[in-house]
Each structure stands twice: as C-alpha cells, then as structure tokens.
C-alpha cells in the first residue's frame, strides 16, 4: 500500500504519466468489442423480466429438503406451460416464481404445487403481481432513466461544457449497455432492485468523470496562452493525477459489492441480493473503466477540432521541434563558441592578432576542442625580466 501511495504522489505531481490520451484508439477498439458482445448477448438471450415487469405469481414454501432439480421436475405439469423458476434460499425454503398467471390461475397452480411437493396449500405463501402493475413498474423505471440522462447532461453543460457533457453521456451509454448485456448473457430477473442498481452505478459512474472534468477544467485554464503543452497533454495530465484516486475509490466499493454478490446471493440464497449486487458489480467496474478510458479521452478529442487548439498544437509542436533541433546542433555550435574565444584571446587591446598566438588558436580550431587545453600563449622573454630592478638585498 505505502508504494501505491508513492506512486499516488508522483502521478500527482507529473514525475510519472502514462499516455491514456495518446493510446485511447487501443481504449476505443476495447470498449467496442465488449459492447457488441453485451448488444448480441441482448439480442439472443433478451432480458428476463422478474413478476414485477411481467405479472405471475411468487410461491415461498416452508423448509425443505427437496433440491432444485427435484422441486422443477415435480412441478412442471403445473404451471399452464409456463415456464417456472425455482430458488433455494438460504433457511432451507422453496421459491418459486411463474410469470404471466392471472389471479385465478394463480390459485390453482398454488393448489397443485403445493400438492406435488407434499404440503397442504395454507402452507405455501403466495404473492400475485397482475400485469398492469408490472407494465407501470416497467414504465416508470424507463421514465426515470430518461430524466437521470436529460439532468446530466444540462447539469454538465452548465457546470463544464457540451464536449465534456457529450463525453460523459457517451461513457454512461456505455456502462448502461455492458451492464444489461452481462444481465441477458448471465440470465439473471430484471427486477426492481435491478433497475436501482443500475442508476446508482451511473451516478456513481458520473462521480468518477465528474472529479476528473474538474480537474482538467482547472488545469486547462488560459492553456493558450503557453506554448509547452497541448490539450492532449493537459487531460493526460489531469488523469494521472486522479488515477490512484479512482482506483482507491473503485477497489473500496467493490468489496461489499462483492460480498452481497458472492456469499449474500451465492451462498445464503437471496434472490433479491442477486439482481442488485451483479448490476453494481458490473456497473461499478464499467464505470472506472469508462471515466479513465473513454470520458476524457473522448474530451482531448473533441478540443483537439477546435481552432483555438489546433492552432496551440501547431505551437506547441513547433517549439519542440525547435529544440530537438537546438539540441542536435549543440556540439557544433558549442566548438564555434571555443574557436571565437581563441581569436580573441590572440588579439591585443589595438585590435593586431599576435603572431605566435594567431596560428595557435587557427590551429585549436582545425583540430577540435580537444587541442585546446594543449594550446599556451606566448610568453615573454626571461632576459629582460631583471632590467631596471634594484639590486642587493632588502633592507
């Protein structure tokens, strides 16, 4: 942990980047494999809606012994042709559920199941959904959903802007259509608990992209006035300095989610637990993914058309191939510095070039900056050095 933290540090302050921006064709490729699986999956298996969206029956015996298997084969002559789903719950009990029954047909499938199975009727609990409920259930979910996604984008349109509202309702479609695909794929009852889990992991998938468009915002503020970074460069940025962040908050959430799914639903048995647990599951992990890797790099994109941004790109791009260039011709230009210096050093305050030292600093220049330690001015004779000295010692 102390070295994610380390790491959490210098992704914040820029020391380390990774290049999500720049690789997001690799993001993009991923993203649309997974969802035309999730669209076919949905397309040949469809959603199975629980007696809440398509009316039946829920029959809860007592405690028993009779497995799943068991239970299905004794019933299947019972049920109108309808075909009936069968769960062990956790205390040992029964659950049985029958789509499509009306209320008359209810009580003669409670009859003869209860029958089948050796219990006396007044021992089974039944619950009866009638299809008009269940097409208000359904209308009302579709209903909120639609508000959910319209308040979305007008609150990111007027807190951010419509590129970063645009990307953010993409990354939502997104989750929203692997999440189903997975339920149709899995076989999982869309329930009512199925319909509240999915709009929690997309706010909570909103939570994510929201963090990271503040963060871009703020970063990306009078970015043309410089000339060091693009746009691309700024939301990559802006990412990596969240990314420990969101892996934190995602890995935190996932880990109740993961219980309810695996031991409340797995283990224990809860129908219920089930529906609401795998839409998070899968809902959660959908929308980290989609806030890292297609949220904002769908943003970069869409700034990267605006004039004002090409034009910086085109900047930013020249400054630094200025430089590659500075760079390149530094040896070359730092041995033409050296050979002026020795020119100058070999001339007098009148401007003359000395004699002995002029051939000495062309020669320095013809043989390369190596030679020039090796080069020594001329210095003056040591039989004048006495003349005019007093002599005799110093009193």
């Known amino acids: 942990m102390s070295k994610l933290g380390t790491l959490g540090h210098r992704l914040h302050r820029g020391e380390v980047s990774y290049d999500f921006v720049g690789k997001r064709k690799i993001w993009y490729s991923f993203s649309i494999l997974v969802t035309i699986v999730a669209i076919i999956g949905l397309a040949v298996n469809g959603l199975k809606e629980s007696i809440d969206f398509s009316g039946g029956a829920v029959l809860n015996t007592p405690k028993t012994s009779i497995s799943v298997s068991d239970a299905q084969h004794r019933i299947a002559g019972d049920t109108g042709g309808r075909t009936a789903t069968v769960q062990k719950l956790g205390n040992g009990s029964l659950r049985i559920q029958i789509s499509g029954l009306t209320t008359d047909e209810s009580k003669t499938v409670q009859r003869d199941i209860a029958k089948d199975l050796g219990f006396t009727p007044s021992k089974i609990d039944a619950e009866i959904v009638g299809p008009s409920w269940g097409k208000e259930i359904t209308r009302k979910a579709v209903e909120g959903l639609i508000i959910f996604l319209v308040l979305v984008v007008i609150y990111l349109g007027i807190a951010f802007e419509w590129r970063m509202a645009a990307a953010a309702l993409i990354a939502l479609l997104h989750d929203l259509t692997i999440t189903t695909g997975v339920y149709a794929i899995v076989g999982f009852e869309v329930s009512p608990g199925t319909v509240i ?89 959908a929308g980290a993914y989609s806030s890292i890797f297609i949220a904002t790099p769908i943003v970069a994109e869409f700034k990267e058309r605006e004039p004002q941004i090409k034009a910086l790109r085109k900047r930013v791009l020249a400054k630094r191939a200025a430089d590659a260039r500075k760079a390149a011709e530094g040896p070359a230009g730092q041995d033409e510095a050296e050979d002026g210096d020795l020119a100058d050093a070999a001339s007098d305050d009148d401007g003359d070039v000395d004699a002995d030292a002029a051939p000495a600093a062309a020669g320095a220049g013809a043989q390369g900056p190596s030679s020039v330690s090796r080069t020594t001015r001329s210095q003056p004779s040591r039989a004048g050095r006495g003349r005019n000295r007093p002599s005799g010692k110093r009193r």
Not at 237 to 247: A, C, K, M
Request: aromatic share 8%.
């Open 197 to 285: 889990g999915l709009l929690t992991i997309l706010g909570y998938s909103l939570y994510d992209t929201v963090v990271v468009f503040d963060g871009l915002k703020e970063a990306s503020k009078d970015i043309t006035k410089q000339n060091r970074f693009t746009y691309s460069d700024v939301a990559n940025r802006s990412l990596n300095s969240t990314l420990v962040r969101s892996i934190n908050t995602t890995v935190v959430a996932l880990l109740p989610v993961a219980a309810l799914l695996f031991i409340g639903g797995g283990i224990l048995g809860a129908g219920m637990l089930n529906d609401i647990a795998l839409a998070l599951f899968v809902g959660l992990t």
